[in-house]
């Protein structure tokens, strides 16, 4: 299977045509936040307040990542666990987000959004923080300063590597490979 490079801002052409199991390289600006810098945003829109960040066509990666050391731009940087985000992350699309990077199944409330809204979930290993942050190319802290490693950042990245594990359609990994897993064991 060939990998496929994608650039952000991501666009629902490019979403719609991603299929679960996809190897994907990802280049451009990110936005990165987790469950408290989720929540500030979902209860600022609920009380009429903007985004601090258009998320049209953007991805967010789910990370905190860990505090640089000197010489470095930041730590490691390697995902979160993705169903933290499940309640906020329908409203985010709703707003445009075609994109989240992380890692973990998530909600059938959150896959619905998904299909309805041309968004995709990108898969990373955890563990595997040292070599995402060998991809990022630059970090600014955009909002919510006061909330340490979980603040909204902007990020560049290059040619940072995940899978699709669900895709626009609803196909999912942890459907498919779960099935083919249980059934290698089904005779035994």
């Known amino acids: ?65 860990c505090p640089a050391k000197p010489g470095e731009i930041i730590g490691s940087a390697g995902p979160t666990t993705s169903h933290r985000m499940d309640a906020y992350a329908p409203t985010l699309m709703d707003h445009g987000l075609k994109g989240m990077l992380g890692k973990g199944n998530r909600g059938e409330m959150v896959i619905n959004s998904m299909m309805r809204n041309g968004c995709v979930y990108f898969g990373c290993v955890g563990g595997a923080g040292a070599l995402f942050q060998d991809c990022i190319k630059s970090v600014e802290v955009i909002a919510y300063e006061d909330l340490g490693t979980e603040a909204l950042r902007r990020m560049e990245i290059e040619n940072f590597p995940a899978i699709v594990v669900i ?14 897993y249980a059934n290698q064991f089904k005779d035994l």
């Open 1 to 65: 299977m060939a990998v496929k490079h994608i650039v952000t801002p991501l666009t629902e052409a490019v979403t719609r045509e991603l299929r679960a199991g996809d190897q994907v390289l990802i280049s451009g600006t990110i936005y990165t936040a987790r469950d408290a810098a989720h929540k500030r945003m979902v209860e600022g829109l609920a009380q009429g307040e903007p985004l601090p960040v258009d998320f049209t066509n953007q991805l967010i990666y789910y990370v905190g990542p």
């Open 167 to 180: 895709d626009t359609q609803g196909g999912s990994l942890y459907e498919t490979e779960r099935a083919k």
